[in-house]
């Protein structure tokens, strides 16, 4: 009797398998992703715009002193990356360039640049 049971289910198992029509796989749909493109070239326009803008907060830091030869400094140990967000950053008129700039300054070249025009001024 048991034989005969398994052997009823065994069948009816293999009929419904029958029945089931083949589904296909999924298939999902990727978009690529979004690239945002940085500038990776620091045009003349923007180098002045970001010359400026450091020249501004070296200014704020000495009133009155020279600052020409510090920005040279902060500018020649800055990236290229650095110095195009600080002139987009200006030209949007967004604050935190002091920040960027005060990052840049803080590097032991650029640091070692400074005392050295200093010494020199």
């Known amino acids: 009797m048991r034989f005969q049971t398994f052997?009823?289910?065994g069948l009816a198992a293999a009929a419904v398998a029958g029945c089931v029509a083949p589904v296909?796989?999924?298939t999902t749909v990727t978009t690529p992703p979004?690239?945002?493109t940085t500038?990776?070239?620091l045009d003349a326009a923007s180098r002045q715009?970001?010359?400026t803008v450091i020249n501004a907060e070296m200014e704020k830091r000495l009133p009155g002193a020279n600052v020409a030869p510090y920005t040279d400094c902060v500018v020649n140990n800055a990236t290229t990356a650095e110095l195009i967000?600080?002139?987009q950053a200006s030209?949007?008129?967004v604050t935190g360039t002091a920040d960027s700039v005060a990052a840049i300054v803080s590097r032991p070249a650029t640091t070692q640049c400074i005392a050295a025009a200093a010494?020199?001024?």
């Open 49 to 51: 715009v970001a010359r």
């Open 91 to 93: 030209r949007a008129g």
């Open 85 to 87: 967000d600080i002139a």
């Open 39 to 41: 500038p990776t070239v």
């Open 24 to 26: 296909p796989p999924a």
């Open 119 to 121: 010494r020199t001024a």
């Open 34 to 36: 979004s690239v945002i």
């Open 7 to 9: 052997a009823a289910l």
